[in-house]
């Protein structure tokens, strides 16, 4: 049997590299309803429960108070601003955010301009009431389900994000 040196070991295991167009995937709401929070999913990780995706948050709102669970999440700041009502701190372009599992928070948008973060999270979301009760579940195949559905509505390719 041949021994394969480190590179040829590598590419005959390892998955093909993906190059993706943000530009060719659809906002897409992300709540039924509403038109105040929308996503591009970039990737769904299936074997660990990750996804990625861009959010757009309209000027003025936000998400609901809610709370990570199952992981961490990391989100960098490309447009606008915003913070979350139970902490100081402000993200405006270029600042990146680390949040460990279990925080709970109420993300809202400061200012007259919309806010693009790219958010990279795994795990569940659990949304809240005024009662602290958990209005919905927020998950990787929540947003997959979102997404195709979105994209089957409006005759959108559905790119394969999936990994």
Request: proline share 4%; glycine share 8%.
């Amino acid at each position: 049997m041949k021994n394969l040196d480190l590179n040829e070991f590598t590419e005959k295991f390892n998955l093909s590299d993906q190059a993706i167009d943000v530009n060719e995937i659809p906002w897409v709401p992300t709540f039924e309803g509403s038109n105040d929070v929308f996503f591009k999913p970039v990737r769904f990780d299936l074997t660990t429960g990750n996804w990625i995706h861009i959010t757009k948050f309209k000027a003025g709102k936000g998400n609901a108070r809610h709370r990570h669970t199952g992981g961490t999440v990391l989100a960098y700041t490309l447009q606008g601003t915003w913070r979350y009502l139970e902490r100081e701190w402000i993200a405006k372009p270029g600042t990146f955010v680390y949040e460990p599992p279990g925080d709970i928070h109420t993300l809202v948008v400061v200012g007259e301009e919309d806010n693009i973060t790219l958010f990279s999270l795994s795990g569940v979301i659990e949304y809240f009431d005024e009662d602290g009760n958990v209005t919905l579940q927020d998950d990787i195949f929540y947003r997959m389900k979102r997404y195709h559905d979105y994209c089957e509505q409006n005759n959108i390719p559905i790119k394969n994000l999936t990994f």
